[in-house]
């Protein structure tokens, strides 16, 4: 039986459902462009599309508001994305590959996630023991749907490292032991053990 959608389109419904899951909310368009490394317009012409050929649907004016309309399991693993406008029919992969692939895409969407939380915060800042929690939060948001534990540890380190380049843009002396010690001070008991075992 034909797929109702080609390969290119169901790594975005793909990707819509992973977020969504995670995030309880659909992505916007700027998300998705910015994981799979497209302009917003070639975004934009694929959620036409998606809608068009009824494989979602959308409310007017209303932001995040994109709902597949096809069960989970009639959707592809989400892979990497590349950024490759036209995508080759995937060769068939064992349930190991797959399982890879949908790691290394949730790995690469909270990285996308960590990395955007840093710039808001930088553009609207809120105090440290509201961030701190917020970045442990959304990690454990990827621990739960079944990111393994190497990927939780590399979600981690990348907060840990951008914590310690905002805090060196204020305090240039300061150290990595010193920034990760202030980081930890925002987190209670049960979650700074989990932080401490893994970095």
């Keep these: 039986m034909k797929s109702p959608y080609t390969s290119r389109q169901g790594q975005f419904l793909a990707f819509i459902h992973h977020y969504t899951t995670l995030h309880g909310r659909p992505p916007t368009e700027a998300e998705m462009a910015q994981y799979f490394q497209v302009t917003p317009p070639s975004v934009h012409g694929m959620v036409l599309t998606l809608e068009r050929r009824g494989l979602i649907t959308r409310m007017p004016g209303e932001a995040r508001s994109i709902r597949l309309t096809l069960?989970?399991?009639?959707l592809p693993p989400l892979h990497g994305a590349t950024g490759v406008v036209s995508i080759q029919p995937r060769p068939q992969q064992t349930q190991g590959e797959q399982f890879d692939d949908t790691q290394t895409a949730l790995a690469r969407l909270g990285k996308i996630q960590i990395d955007g939380l840093f710039v808001r915060n930088m553009q609207h800042p809120i105090d440290d023991s509201e961030f701190i929690p917020l970045l442990d939060t959304l990690i454990e948001s990827?621990?739960?749907v079944g990111l393994n534990a190497v990927?939780?540890?590399e979600l981690r380190?990348?907060?840990c490292e951008s914590y310690h380049r905002c805090c060196q843009q204020t305090e240039p002396e300061?150290?990595?032991?010193?920034?990760?010690?202030?980081?930890?001070?925002?987190?209670?008991?049960?979650?700074?053990t989990h932080w401490l075992r893994w970095i």
């Design 151 to 153: 990927r939780v540890k």
């Design 157 to 159: 380190r990348r907060v």
């Design 142 to 144: 990827f621990a739960r």
């Design 174 to 192: 300061s150290t990595f032991e010193e920034n990760m010690d202030l980081m930890f001070s925002y987190l209670p008991g049960p979650p700074r």
């Design 71 to 74: 069960p989970p399991e009639q």
